[in-house]
């Protein structure tokens, strides 16, 4: 019976060292597995790692509900899933309540919503501060690719490298390399 600690940010400027550091102080834990990806997708390199590797009777802890995911059907299908192998799942910001137990689905059902309700939000708030500095002149949306960058990209892939090692080396999104080939 292993416990583990995961945690995870999406953007440079969160720390998940500090999510660790804190659940660490909270529960003795075996491994600690950090991640930086977006949480709109529970479809994640190391959670999906993680999760393949969680046997009966382990624990998995998570500071909160959105550190598993924001899209509330795929956070219930993890806990779901964890239930139905007998590994346990633990969130912090419910008092450390167990999930996988009745009254802890019923709870993990409305914090996945309420997760779910505060990226849609985030979302429209982003989508009117957009709007208003269009309509004052301020926006012009993202600067283009530097177009060396662009010619290195295409340099790498016809050398042999795959596209989303070229990605990760220029510090790119996949999706805006696509975009310029």
């Given at each position: 019976?292993?416990?583990?600690?995961?945690?995870?940010?999406?953007?440079?400027?969160?720390?998940a060292e500090q999510q660790v550091a804190y659940l660490s102080s909270r529960y003795?834990?075996?491994?600690?597995?950090?991640?930086?990806?977006?949480?709109?997708?529970?479809?994640?390199?190391?959670?999906?790692?993680?999760?393949?590797?969680?046997?009966?009777?382990?624990?998995?802890?998570?500071?909160?509900?959105?550190?598993?995911?924001?899209?509330?059907?795929?956070?219930?299908?993890?806990?779901?899933?964890?239930?139905?192998?007998?590994?346990?799942?633990?969130?912090?910001?419910?008092?450390?309540?167990?999930?996988?137990?009745?009254?802890?689905?019923?709870?993990?059902?409305?914090?996945?919503?309420?997760?779910?309700?505060?990226?849609?939000?985030?979302?429209?708030?982003?989508?009117?501060?957009?709007?208003?500095?269009?309509?004052?002149?301020?926006?012009?949306?993202?600067?283009?690719?530097?177009?060396?960058?662009?010619?290195?990209?295409?340099?790498?892939?016809?050398?042999?490298?795959?596209?989303?090692?070229?990605?990760?080396q220029l510090k790119i999104g996949l999706s805006t390399l696509y975009k310029y080939?």
């Open positions: 019976m292993t416990t583990y600690i995961y945690s995870r940010v999406s953007t440079e400027e969160q720390n003795a834990h075996d491994y600690a597995v950090e991640e930086k990806f977006t949480g709109k997708t529970t479809d994640r390199p190391k959670f999906q790692k993680l999760l393949k590797s969680l046997s009966e009777g382990d624990t998995l802890v998570v500071r909160e509900v959105s550190r598993i995911g924001r899209n509330t059907q795929e956070v219930l299908s993890v806990a779901e899933e964890l239930k139905g192998r007998g590994v346990h799942l633990k969130i912090d910001q419910l008092g450390g309540l167990d999930v996988t137990s009745a009254a802890g689905e019923m709870i993990l059902t409305v914090m996945a919503g309420l997760a779910k309700m505060e990226r849609e939000q985030l979302k429209e708030r982003q989508a009117i501060g957009i709007a208003r500095a269009k309509a004052e002149g301020k926006y012009t949306g993202r600067k283009a690719l530097d177009p060396a960058t662009i010619k290195t990209a295409k340099m790498l892939i016809e050398q042999g490298q795959d596209k989303k090692s070229v990605a990760k080939l």
